[in-house]
């Protein structure tokens, strides 16, 4: 007969806990769980009688987490911090040439530098297996909680998270958003503040894109209203051809566009005041001390010495083209 313990833990019983915790909704859970919403709701009621309370309760349709269900989930993170310290630890003692780094990256970074960089890393360890995920923020941050991936690539700062204490980061580059138009009255103008932008199109980011809530926070803070987004793209290249094509204005990073070379009828500026962010590498607290991805970081830094960030991405720009 199993224990109280084997039936709190056996299975996937706390991932779907977990899940459903996140979304308080069954349905949503099921789909992202990739299981019934009957399947889901059966664990849920026999981790509630396992544990002799009630997790959840629904407020109209609205569900909500119980005292015992925050105590339970104060449970199940330490289990998974306790779990992914255990396998840091246990991985720190492995080579550093060999295994596996998986790599989220925010899906509005340009991946090309990265991509050029996963090459010349695979020439000199090819034992060392490289993944790249291309993610949403909420993507990596789950994946990067779960131990999932073992470094992001991302945009910070990051207002979504209010717990910073589990993790590390390291700048790659400075970075600003460059308003990005085809109007030749506004082509002599570096700077532009947002209450001067005229009232066109935009393409824009999703709205649940870290540019794009960048976007959103600069206009409110400026007390303008957020211009009219007739298309949305999730990659810079989408964004920059829609706008080449349409002449809707967008926004792009600066580390972006520098690559582009010039293009007729397109002139860029920066917004006044500034909006300014960094590409970074984020990474749970010591996982740089796994030799390998230690290594991974030190050689990385090394091939930015040999040449920046912004040269290399000119230069790779400049070779796609010809």
């Known amino acids: 007969m199993k224990s109280k313990q084997e039936s709190i833990f056996s299975s996937k019983t706390l991932t ?6 996140e979304t308080m909704n069954y349905t949503q859970a099921a789909q992202i769980l990739g299981i019934t919403q009957p399947a889901l709701t059966q664990q849920i009621k026999k981790l509630e009688r396992t544990v002799g309370a009630r997790l959840f309760y629904s407020v109209g349709k609205k569900l909500r987490l119980t005292d015992a269900g925050y105590t339970m989930l104060d449970a199940t993170h330490k289990i998974y911090d306790i779990l992914n310290d255990a396998a840091d630890e246990i991985q720190q003692s492995t080579s550093a040439t060999q295994g596996d780094i998986k790599i989220g990256i925010l899906a509005s970074v340009e991946d090309s530098v990265f991509e050029d960089f996963a090459i010349q890393s695979y020439r000199e360890n090819p034992d060392v297996k490289i993944s790249f995920h291309m993610l949403t923020r909420k993507e990596i941050w789950d994946r990067l909680e ?3 991936i073992d470094l992001a690539i991302m945009y910070l700062p990051d207002e979504s998270i209010k717990n910073w204490k589990p993790y590390e980061s390291k700048r790659i580059i400075s970075d600003d958003l460059l308003f990005i138009h085809h109007d030749e009255s506004l082509s002599k103008k570096k700077r532009i503040k947002f209450a001067d932008l005229p009232s066109k199109p935009w393409a824009t980011y999703p709205n649940n894109y870290y540019l794009n809530h960048m976007m959103r926070e600069s206009f409110k803070n400026a007390m303008v209203d957020m211009p009219t987004s007739v298309a949305q793209f999730t990659t810079p290249l989408q964004l920059l051809r829609f706008s080449k094509q349409t002449g809707a204005y967008t926004a792009l990073p600066n580390s972006f566009y520098v690559g582009q070379g010039d293009f007729p009828n397109t002139w860029t500026a920066r917004f006044e005041p500034n909006i300014r962010f960094e590409l970074a590498f984020v990474f749970r607290s010591g996982k740089d001390k796994i ?9 990385f830094d090394q091939y930015l010495k040999t040449k920046d960030y912004l040269s290399r991405l000119q230069e790779i720009q400049a070779e796609n083209k010809e």
């Open 16 to 21: 779907y806990f977990l899940q459903l915790s």
């Open 146 to 148: 779960n131990n999932q």
């Open 291 to 299: 030799p390998r991805i230690g290594h991974f970081l030190a050689q």
